[in-house]
């Protein structure tokens, strides 16, 4: 089911009017998904007048949205028409900060197998789940800008 999700999920068209329609602010940020693979998600956020804070850098919050994206495009891909279907709830968030995003930062989330598992193991017991996902935030020079920890529970309903 994955790859129907991974489908849909990259034809811009398409997930852009789900953006316009369910994530309405990060749209009009500009968060957008740049690759979905079943281990791996990337995002990205513009440094631009609609995203910016007074400070001449991107608003924490913007990069917050692309970040927490890069994790649930993860477990929406994994859950995509399951049966049972899935629960997918943050349970916590923590950002760190390391540079100024004053251009395009891209955000990197490798926790698509440890979601799948828990998803899986889920399905099979009805236990929720509990995954800590980190999203990495770079600029296009590699340079280290942000880390989001996003703690998702995963449950079978």
Known sequence: MFSSFQELAMNKLKFGLFMFSKLPSAFICGVR???LQESECTTSVPYKWLSQNPFKSTYFACQA????????????????????GISMLVVKFE????????????????????????IEKSKATGEGYIVECISIG????????????????????
């Open 95 to 118: 950002a760190q900060y390391f540079k100024k995003a004053i251009e395009r930062i891209y955000f990197t989330c490798n926790s698509g197998n440890a979601i799948k598992e828990a």
């Open 65 to 84: 949205m692309a970040a927490e994206m890069s994790t649930g495009m993860l477990g929406l891909g994994h859950s995509y028409h399951s049966k049972p």
């Open 33 to 35: 998904l740049r690759s």
């Open 138 to 157: 770079k600029n296009k020079a590699g340079e280290l800008i942000s880390e989001f920890k996003v703690t998702w529970s995963y449950k079978a309903r």
